[in-house]
């Protein structure tokens, strides 16, 4: 058993807030650059947060910057992405992912994937 498993999703009014959280089993994480993901529907995917293993640097995408928060909780092997004023825009399947030490922006090298976690943002 090796995966990731998201938490904290469901349904908000438009300047809500949700934290996620993504905790790791079988892997510590510690190591690992952890990124969220976020798909709607019809919609490619899109990295939307990242932090770095080593240097504890944050990557973000444009529309969420100011509103996003990713933090780490090494002790709890999990991470979180907090989400403040929140849009209808950000409605979307959220997933973590984690690769090693460092962020990318293709999808395709991340290793490990949580299974994700439904955010839809309505009044």
């Known amino acids: 058993q090796l995966q990731l498993v998201e938490s904290g999703g469901g349904l908000v009014q438009p300047g809500g807030s949700l934290r996620l959280s993504c905790a790791g089993s079988?892997?510590?994480?510690?190591?690992?650059?952890m990124g969220w993901f976020r798909q709607a529907p019809g919609k490619e995917r899109e990295g939307v947060i990242c932090i770095d293993s080593n240097s504890g640097r944050i990557n973000y995408l444009d529309s969420v910057k100011g509103r996003f928060t990713i933090s780490r909780d090494n002790a709890k092997n999990t991470v979180y992405l907090q989400m403040n004023s929140l849009k209808p825009e950000d409605t979307a399947v959220y997933s973590c992912?984690?690769?090693?030490?460092?962020?990318?922006?293709?999808?395709?090298?991340?290793?490990?994937w949580g299974q994700g976690t439904q955010v839809t943002v309505s009044s």
């Open positions: 992912a984690a690769r090693y030490y460092s962020c990318s922006a293709y999808d395709p090298v991340y290793e490990y």
């Open positions: 079988g892997f510590t994480l510690d190591h690992y650059a």
